[in-house]
């Protein structure tokens, strides 16, 4: 189950992963339009699911369908959950209503998601959380989103010893990986030890790497290009 697993990082998981998964897929949107799951459909079983961190409704919902993927024989031996912004805010703009906004998408619904499926998870699963190298270096101008990383840094120890031993826990501290339109590629590379920027295949074997990694629980996987230690 991949947790926005619509756009950019989770379509090209999403892509990875159905060569030899069936899929839920999730998103705050509607899926019309997107053409792209069609062809995953050719080489595995996808459902998709409308999941909105601003709706009033979003616990009902997810309990809700959860129940009916269990009615319908789903299985989740997996689940990753990649949902998040990723807006500037540097110091001098914070209102509340933008901080409320940054962390009830890049905090609370993750911590509202992990909660949903932990009871549904299959024995052996890995439920993985995605985080960035913020953790490591707060991004000065998104503060606010630095510090819902943070937090849910905090969120992947704790719940691998509360899910303990039927469900392990991993996150996954991406460095620049498919930067925002106008980025500067160059300087994004330069600031690495390798010299490059990241790849969503970098982020694929990872996962798969969690999944398949029996004795990995409450740790923070890390992929930057060594960008910390420049």
Known sequence: MLVGGRRRLGRALAEDLARDHDLVL??????????????????????????????????????????????????????????????????????AELL?????????????????????????????ILLDTSIHQPWLKRLPYSAAKAGLAALVPGLAQLLAPKVRVVGHALGAVLPAEGSDMAFLAERTLLKRIGDPADLCRAVRFAADSPFLTGEILTQDGGRRWV
Do not use: Y
């Open 26 to 95: 999730t998103s705050s949107e509607s899926w019309d339009g997107e053409t792209w799951v069609d062809g995953l459909s050719k080489t595995a079983r996808i459902r998709t699911l409308q999941w909105d961190a601003e709706s009033p409704e979003l616990m009902s919902r997810m309990m809700a369908d959860l129940d009916t993927l269990q009615a319908q024989g789903w299985v989740i031996s997996g689940a990753v959950v990649l949902a998040g912004t990723f807006p500037k805010s540097p110091l001098g703009t914070w209102t």
């Open 100 to 128: 409320e906004a940054t962390w009830r998408v890049n905090l609370g619904f993750p911590f509202l998601c992990a909660q949903a499926l932990a009871p549904r998870l299959a024995e052996g699963a890995c439920l993985q």
